[in-house]
């Protein structure tokens, strides 16, 4: 995500602004995402279903099409599990 930011200073137009998404255009389920911390850290999180809450959006996906396109931004970790990991170890070093 550092370089993103850095991609987005680098193309600033002074006087202007412009909002990036940085997902990698896939979208996860809740439940795919609690499977991937399983399997990253080793350890289930514990959860109970429930039905979907009123204004609770269907789907969320982000795509960085925008910022690619712009100023040549691609995400770095294309997998769910990089992206658990990186989170994870970033925790890990007290932040």
Avoid: C, Q
């Amino acid at each position: 995500v550092a370089d993103a930011h850095l991609a987005a200073l680098s193309g600033a137009v002074t006087g202007t602004h412009r909002i990036y998404n940085l997902g990698n255009g896939r979208g996860f389920t809740v439940l795919e995402v609690l499977e991937a911390v399983a399997r990253v850290t080793g350890r289930r999180v514990p959860f109970r279903r429930a039905e979907r809450r009123p204004g609770d959006p269907a789907t969320l996906v982000a795509s960085a099409d925008r910022i690619h396109a712009e100023l040549g931004w691609k995400p770095g970790r294309p997998t769910l599990e990089e992206m658990i990991e990186d989170a994870r170890a970033f925790h890990a070093r007290g932040h």
